[in-house]
């Protein structure tokens, strides 16, 4: 297979009519925020598949909730960089880009991205464990671990975890978007947690071109029409420069 370069990409997300882009950790990672898997995935020795799980909180939800505290305190004092500004201007401008998120925290909105899924929930929502109330709170450290919902019941993380099912709705909408993209962007994902990992392939054989952009190669490499070798903070602002 033909593997193309930044200056055809350029060219295609220029004349595409719809685009849709499935993001992972690693475009956050040059805001500071610690992807899950490779170097800086631990977190006091857990490895996030221990910790985002049903079974995790349910042994101890106070040791899942520092860990999602830690991460809450991180974003909050981090900034979008230039990878999330480049899709919310490509956006700005495309009208018709769809950003498909695995990311929970929030900094897409914060880019100015409006077109967002968020296929794993979001960390500034909490959910009652028994009430199913839920509600939003932006404070960076909680004043209580674990919270309580006025139900007295124990508030998660409103995040989706290991073993539990997407919101059916954005997922089939997120779906839909890959089925229905020209080009189809995936970035800085590890590509190895599904269902979100099956977008891509998704996507190439409904007819769209995939374009990667990683610092390292995925299982999405083998089949990408473009895999874009290096960080999302530097490749995205290039692809969308209309001077190169
Ligand atoms: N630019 C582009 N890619 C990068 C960068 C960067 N600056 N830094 C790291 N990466 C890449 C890594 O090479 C890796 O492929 O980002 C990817 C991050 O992978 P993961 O940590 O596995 O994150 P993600 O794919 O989002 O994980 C999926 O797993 O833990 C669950 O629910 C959680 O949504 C998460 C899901």
């Known amino acids: 297979m033909l593997l193309w370069g930044m200056d055809q990409v350029r060219e295609w997300l220029k004349s595409a009519r719809s685009i849709a882009a499935l993001t992972g950790a690693g475009i956050s990672a040059e805001s500071g925020i610690p992807t899950f898997r490779g170097p800086g ?3 006091r020795n857990h490895r996030s598949e221990d910790l985002a ?5 349910a042994r101890d939800p106070s040791l899942v909730w520092e860990w999602y505290d830690w991460r809450r305190g991180l974003i ?10 480049a899709l919310a201007a490509l956006e700005l401008k495309h009208g018709q880009l769809l950003l498909v998120t695995q990311n929970v925290d929030g900094l897409h909105d914060r880019a100015g991205s409006r ?10 929502t909490l959910r009652c464990s028994v009430c199913g109330r839920e509600r939003e709170d932006l404070r960076a450290s909680l004043p209580q ?22 919101p059916q709705r954005i997922w089939a909408q997120a779906e839909q978007a890959a089925r229905d993209s020209e080009i189809f962007l995936v970035i800085g994902t590890s590509a190895v947690v599904y269902p979100a990992a099956g977008l891509a392939a998704l996507a190439k054989s409904s007819g769209a071109r995939v374009v990667e952009i990683n610092v390292d190669d995925t299982p999405v490499s083998a089949f990408a029409d473009a895999s874009l070798k290096g960080s999302a903070a530097e490749i995205l602002p290039r692809l969308m420069d209309d001077r190169l």
Do not use: M, Y
């Open 41 to 43: 995935g631990f977190w």
């Open 53 to 57: 799980t049903p079974q995790a909180f």
């Open 76 to 85: 909050a004092k981090a900034r979008p960089n230039a990878g999330h500004c």
């Open 115 to 124: 077109n967002i899924l968020k296929i794993h929930g979001d960390i500034w």
């Open 145 to 166: 671990l674990p919270p309580r919902c006025t139900c007295g019941g124990l508030e998660r993380p409103g995040v989706v975890w290991f073993g539990e099912s997407l």
